[in-house]
């Protein structure tokens, strides 16, 4: 069994920073594919970044420039660091992680871009 716990989520004001971190427990072996997806009301699950492993990113067109995805595989941890928030980043953004074929998620952590 895999837990993912996200945290880092809040109320930030256009502009500002907010970092995200997801930290795998359970039995990890060999973590392959880990990545970032969120998912705002009314919208569907959607990419944001990922780290397939091998130092590779990936990044959806909407938060290049903006968010940096890294991985920290000793702690078996991934974080998302979001600079200059903008009002439409707002959405629960949820840790993914995929290990010898299977996908597991977090809860979720809640990011409020607002004035």
């Known amino acids: 069994q895999v837990q993912l716990v996200e945290s880092g989520g809040g109320l930030v004001q256009p502009g500002g920073s907010l970092r995200l971190c997801c930290e795998a427990s359970g039995s990890i072996s060999s973590i392959g594919y880990m990545g970032w997806y969120r998912q705002a009301p009314g919208k569907q699950r959607e990419l944001v970044a990922a780290?397939?492993?091998?130092?590779?990113?990936i990044y959806a067109d909407s938060v290049k420039g903006r968010f940096t995805i890294s991985r920290d595989n000793a702690k078996n941890t991934l974080y998302l660091q979001m600079n200059n928030l903008k009002p439409e980043d707002t959405a629960v953004y949820y840790c993914?992680?995929?290990?010898?074929?299977?996908?597991?998620w977090g809860q979720g952590t809640q990011v409020t871009v607002s004035s």
């Open positions: 993914n992680l995929v290990m010898w074929g299977a996908a597991y």
């Open positions: 780290a397939p492993g091998g130092g590779n990113t």
